[in-house]
C-alpha cells in the first residue's frame, strides 16, 4: 500500500450491498467513489496443475522395507513348498491313489499360482508403461522433438488399440503421422482425438462414483458401514479409471495405483482440500436446506470426486494440455444438484 493510500477503518459489509463489487485478482484500475472491492482468494481444490508436477513421489535410497517383505515372502513361500512336499510324500506312504491325487492338487495349485504371478506382473508392467508414457509425452511438450512425439503416439496407439471406441481416433491420427507438424501440437492432436471421449467417461464414473457415495452414508445408521463404503467404492474407482485409459492393474497395481494416487493429492495441495470443501458445501446453502446426515453425504461425495479427479491424473497416459482438466466445481455443481432434487 502506498503512502498516499488513505487507511480505512474496520468495517462490515454486506456481499449484498451494491456498494460492494467482487473483482478477479487479474483486474486492476481504480475503485470507483463510494465501493468496497473485494478479490475472493483462490480456491486450493480448483487450482491448475503445471505440466510439469511430478506425478508421484520420488523415492530415493536402498528401500529396506522392500528387501524385508520380499525376504519374508521367500521364507513363506519355502516352507509352504516344503510342507507341501512332506504332505505329498506321507500321502504316498499311505496310499498310492491319495499320493496321486494330492500331486495333481499340488500341480493345479502351481499352475493357478503362475498365472496370477504373471497377471499381476503384466499388470505392473502396464502401470508402469503408462506413467513412462505420460512422462516422455511431457518432456515433448516441452522440447517440441517431432521423432519424439511420433514414438510417443505409436506407443499410445498400440496402448488404445484394444478399445473399439477409439477406432475412429486411431485411423485419424495414422492418416497424419506423415504430416509436417510439430512435436508439440502432435502430442496435443493426439489428446483431442484419443482422450476426448475417455476423459467424458471418466468424468461420468467419477460423479456416479460421487452421488453414490453421498446417497449411500446419507442414510447409513453407522459410521462403520460409511468408511468401509468409502473405501470400496474409492478402489472401485480407480480400478475403473485404470482400466479405462488402459491399465490392467491386479491387486499388487491396485496397492501401487492407491500409494501413486495419495501422493498426487499430497503433491498438489489435495489433503488440505477438506477446508474449500466445506467452504463450498456452506456456500451453496446445503446447511441451512438439508440435515446433518445430508449434509455429511454430500461432503462425502466431494472428498470422493477430488480422490477420482487425484486418479484421472495418475491413470491418464497424456498430461492435459489442449483439453481442459474435469474441475471439482463442475462435479459439485452435478452432485448438489442431485442432493436438491432429491430434497424437494
Given at each position: ?60 535410497g ?46 493345479a ?7 496370477v ?13 503408462i ?5 516422455r ?19 499410445l ?39 476426448a ?69 499430497a ?78
Amino acid at each position: 500500500m502506498s503512502e498516499k493510500t488513505p487507511h480505512r477503518r474496520p468495517a462490515t459489509f454486506k456481499l449484498g450491498d451494491p456498494g460492494v463489487v467482487v473483482i478477479d485478482p487479474d483486474e486492476t484500475g481504480r475503485p470507483a467513489r463510494g465501493t468496497v472491492q473485494i478479490t475472493p482468494e483462490a480456491d486450493p481444490a480448483l487450482l491448475p496443475v503445471p505440466i510439469d508436477a511430478p506425478r508421484v513421489p520420488v523415492r530415493r535410497g536402498f528401500r529396506w522395507g522392500a528387501l524385508f517383505w520380499s525376504a519374508v515372502g521367500g521364507l513363506v513361500l519355502l516352507g509352504t513348498g516344503l510342507g507341501v512336499v512332506n504332505l505329498i510324500e506321507d500321502l504316498f506312504a499311505r496310499s498310492q491313489t491319495l499320493g496321486y491325487v494330492a500331486l495333481a492338487f499340488a500341480v493345479a495349485a502351481g499352475l493357478a499360482l503362475a498365472v496370477v504371478i504373471g497377471r499381476e506382473a503384466f499388470g505392473l508392467a502396464r502401470l508402469a508403461a503408462i506413467e513412462k508414457l505420460h512422462l516422455r509425452a511431457t518432456e515433448v511438450l516441452r522440447s517440441d522433438d517431432r521423432a519424439e512425439s511420433r514414438a510417443v503416439v505409436n506407443d499410445l496407439l498400440k496402448l488404445a488399440h484394444q478399445n473399439p471406441q477409439l477406432a475412429r481416433a486411431r485411423a485419424t491420427l495414422v492418416s497424419h503421422a506423415d504430416d509436417i507438424i510439430d512435436g508439440a501440437d502432435m502430442i496435443k492432436l493426439a489428446e483431442r482425438e484419443l482422450m476426448a471421449p475417455l476423459d467424458e467417461e471418466a468424468r461420468r464414473l467419477v460423479s456416479t462414483a460421487a452421488q453414490r457415495v453421498s446417497v449411500v452414508t446419507a442414510v447409513s445408521p453407522r459410521a462403520l458401514i460409511d468408511v468401509l463404503f468409502v473405501f470400496v467404492a474409492a478402489m472401485r474407482l480407480i480400478r475403473q479409471l485404470a482400466r479405462l485409459y488402459g491399465g490392467r492393474p491386479g491387486t499388487l497395481g491396485m496397492i501401487s495405483l492407491l500409494r501413486h494416487v495419495i501422493g498426487h493429492l499430497a503433491i498438489t495441495g489435495g489433503m488440505a482440500v477438506g477446508d474449500s470443501l466445506v467452504q463450498q458445501v456452506l456456500g451453496h446453502g446445503i446447511a441451512a436446506k438439508l440435515s446433518q446426515r445430508l449434509g455429511e453425504g454430500v461432503l462425502n461425495g466431494l472428498l470422493t470426486a477430488r480422490l477420482g479427479l487425484a486418479a484421472i491424473d495418475v491413470t491418464r497416459p497424456l498430461p492435459f494440455t489442449a483439453l481442459p482438466r474435469p474441475a471439482l466445481s463442475d462435479l459439485a455443481k452435478d452432485l448438489l444438484s442431485k442432493r436438491d432434487e432429491e430434497t424437494t
